[in-house]
Nanobody
Framework: QLQLVESGGGWVQPGGSLRLNCGASGFTFSLYAMRWYRQAPGKERELVASISDLGSITNYVDSVKGRFTISRDNAKNTVSLQMNSLKFEDTAVYYC?????????WGQGTQVTVSS
């Protein structure tokens, strides 16, 4: 059974940092690109960052470029999102995602709250 489990969310002041982690199981992790999405209250889910199967290609939404870094460890079946210089507008539930065997899989999400 494919599972994605996020961790690392929490509360942080503007300008602070958080690191999100996602553990994957139930599929051959190293063969698939991975993505982080987020959904803020009242807004649609947004693709934040993606990373290719071997980690050589990464992409980011413009609003997080230069502040967020996606990475993966294929030996540990984990994908991470390092978030620096956090802003109020980064507040959202963050989801780890994979497109495997023709369907999207999602974790349960982890809340990130940026507040003073």
């Amino acid at each position: 059974q494919l599972q994605l489990v996020e961790s690392g969310g929490g509360w942080v002041q503007p300008g602070g940092s958080l690191r999100l982690n996602c553990g994957a199981s139930g599929f051959t992790f190293s063969l698939y690109a991975m993505r982080w999405y987020r959904q803020a209250p009242g807004k649609e889910r947004e693709l934040v960052a993606s990373i290719s199967d071997l980690g050589s290609i990464t992409n980011y939404v413009d609003s997080v470029k230069g502040r967020f870094t996606i990475s993966r460890d294929n030996a540990k079946n984990t994908v991470s999102l390092q978030m620096n210089s956090l802003k109020f507008e980064d507040t959202a539930v963050y989801y780890c995602s994979a497109f495997v065997r023709s369907r999207d899989y999602w974790g349960q999400g982890t809340q990130v709250t940026v507040s003073s």
